[in-house]
């Protein structure tokens, strides 16, 4: 079946970067892209952007653009998530998603969720 | 961007009953709407794409429907396990965007 696993909480100082890592299982890590979708406390969610883990073309939303890095790994199947220049808002639960087969039309596989705390 | 507005943010009701959230969108979006389902501290969960198609294995008492800039998500009958909240997102156009939400809880 397929699987998502995220890395564990983090707690960050405003200035600092963080790493959130996406284990994928249970198909083809390359046939996928992978999307990550931030959501603060209280508030609804938003998208960041989306990676082709086979060709690592991206496509980030304007606001992260210059602040967010998305890689993938093949060899281990695992995305990564980099935030860098932390904010206090950027405290949120962070979530990789694996969309529909033509990459966008919706999200139906997601990690757990990797809450990262910035104080 | 394209906003989606939600409404209502929140509503009380009862087992059994019919439950109708609207998502509006700030243009045009054709049928390239999703519901998802989510619950305190969880990931969201897929309930419906293309405005109307219920992913497998929803329960038959989700529906949706609409097209353009107005859309809706019924729940023909409240069961326990609905009370959550619920978010529209629009994959018409990028950046990807979600409505605020709506919450359902218990009357």
């Known amino acids: 079946q397929v699987r998502l696993v995220q890395s564990g909480a983090e707690v960050k100082k405003p200035g600092a970067s963080v790493r959130v890592s996406c284990q994928a299982s249970?198909?083809?890590?390359?046939?996928?892209?992978i999307h990550w979708v931030r959501q603060a406390p209280g508030q609804g969610p938003e998208w960041m952007g989306w990676?082709?883990?086979?060709?690592?073309?991206?496509n980030l939303a304007q606001k992260f653009q210059g602040r967010v890095t998305l890689t993938g790994d093949p060899s281990t199947t695992t995305a990564f998530m980099d935030l860098s220049s932390l904010e206090s808002d950027d405290t949120a639960l962070y979530f990789c998603?694996?969309?529909?087969?033509?990459?966008?039309?919706?999200?139906?596989?997601w990690g757990q969720g990797t809450l990262v705390t910035v104080s | 961007d394209i906003q989606l507005t939600q409404s209502p943010s929140s509503l009380s009701a009862s087992v059994g009953d019919r439950v109708i959230i609207t998502c509006r969108a700030s243009e045009t979006i054709r049928t390239s709407l999703n519901w998802y389902q989510q619950k305190p501290g969880k990931a969201p969960k897929l309930l419906i794409f293309g405005a109307s198609t219920l992913k497998s294995p929803v329960p038959s008492r989700f529906s949706g429907g609409g097209s353009g800039t107005d859309f809706t998500l019924t729940i023909s009958s409240l069961q326990p396990d609905d009370f959550a909240s619920y978010y529209c997102q629009q994959v018409y156009t990028f950046p990807l965007t979600f409505g605020g939400g709506t919450k359902v809880d218990i009357k």
């Open positions: 990676i082709n883990p086979d060709s690592g073309v991206t």
């Open positions: 249970g198909y083809t890590f390359s046939a996928y892209y």
């Open positions: 998603a694996r969309p529909s087969p033509d990459g966008y039309s919706f999200l139906d596989y």
